[in-house]
């Protein structure tokens, strides 16, 4: 047994010192291929456009940037005020939104391509934007810090439409706000226009009554030969006079009625005489107001100074320099082993005896 094992390891040292041997005698083959490997990484990494990346580093807003948006949303108001975790929520949404970026992508990212570029199909043009545009939360998303990042060969266009791009989808959503708010305003003040209306049809109603009813007074009471009102005095009169306006209406004599009836023919609106008209034509009011109102507010913050990035991303020149001597070493040594076991098989089957043995 330990002679097979100091066979064996004999055996090894020479195959590890012959294949020493066989890289070292052809170690220019190994040199030139990876000086070879090594010349077109590096040509790779230097004549490949760097890639600039600019990060715009996002917060909620405060609740004075959303103060004005709440105007006219008190506790009193059936409107229901706007919390910063809602506004922030919508702003993330349309952040991340499909048409935001394809927006973005017709109005900014195509007219700012070269012509040969720009005959390329839109949608190949369209994943490469996408690719250069990354959106993520920074840390803990509870924090509520996200980043925008975006690249570019250039660094001050990557730095301009990273910005360009948070600040489209920042007034993109100030307006949907502001125009949800005028909705919800325009649509109490369209009920409580109702309300008036029905309400001033109400009152337009019984006053043709009462005119109805002062009329067939009116004719009793000529009938009756009452011009003047009867007055009764003593205790039996106390439910008589009560019900003068009511079925005994005549009592009032034809020069009340006559007058009372020019009044109420005469009359433009029933408006001071219908009981809580004012306050809704108040709210009404109110609600017009805020329908007309401008809503200047900010539904995010930009956390930090957005700086020109100074150093590329990609390509990353030393490390694929690097990687390509590793490799072009690596495929030279596997040459120079092939070759050398294929030239060795050749020698052994140029010896004499070798065909006959077999």
């Not at 709440?70 to 929520?89: E, I």
């Not at 009560?242 to 006559?258: C, F, H, M, T, V």
């Amino acid at each position: 047994m330990q002679n097979s094992n100091n066979t064996t390891g004999s055996s090894i040292e020479i195959d590890l010192f012959e294949v020493f041997d066989a890289v070292w005698k052809r170690k220019w083959l190994v040199i030139g291929m990876t000086l070879a490997i090594g010349c077109l990484a590096a040509a790779y990494a230097f004549l490949t456009a760097p890639v600039y990346e600019s990060k715009y580093y996002i917060s909620p807003p405060t609740l004075n940037d959303i103060a004005n948006l709440n105007y006219g949303r008190a506790d009193r108001s059936d409107l229901k005020p706007f919390s910063v975790d809602h506004v922030y929520k919508v702003f993330l949404q349309n952040l991340q939104s499909e048409s935001q970026r394809r927006i973005f992508f017709e109005s900014t990212y195509l007219p700012a391509l070269p012509p040969k570029s720009a005959k390329a199909p839109q949608g190949v043009l369209y994943d490469s934007f996408s690719k250069s545009l990354t959106i993520a939360p920074v840390g803990k998303e509870d924090e509520g810090r996200w980043t925008v990042s975006l690249q570019s060969t250039s660094p001050e266009r990557a730095m301009e439409w990273v910005d360009l791009y948070v600040r489209q989808v920042g007034e993109s959503t100030e307006r949907e706000l502001a125009q949800n708010a005028k909705k919800e305003a325009m649509i109490l003040c369209r009920n409580i226009q109702l309300e008036i209306d029905t309400l001033r049809e109400s009152s337009r109603r019984v006053r043709e009554d009462t005119i109805s009813k002062v009329r067939e007074a009116l004719v009793i009471a000529k009938s009756s030969g009452l011009e003047d009102t009867v007055v009764f005095a003593g205790n039996g009169s106390d439910k008589l006079a009560g019900g003068i306006d009511q079925d005994n209406a005549y009592l009032r004599g034809s020069k009340a009625l006559e007058a009372e009836l020019k009044n109420l023919e005469a009359r433009q609106s029933e408006d001071a005489f219908t009981p809580g008209l004012r306050k809704l034509q108040k709210d009404a009011d109110f609600y017009k107001q805020l329908v007309a109102e401008k809503f200047d507010i900010s539904v995010y913050r930009h956390d930090g100074v957005l700086d020109l990035p100074l150093s590329p991303i990609k390509p990353k020149k030393v490390l694929i320099v690097f990687l390509g001597l590793v490799i072009g070493g690596l495929l030279g040594t596997s040459l120079a082993l092939l070759q050398h076991f294929v030239f060795k098989r050749r020698e052994k089957g140029s010896v004499p005896g070798t065909v006959s043995g077999r």
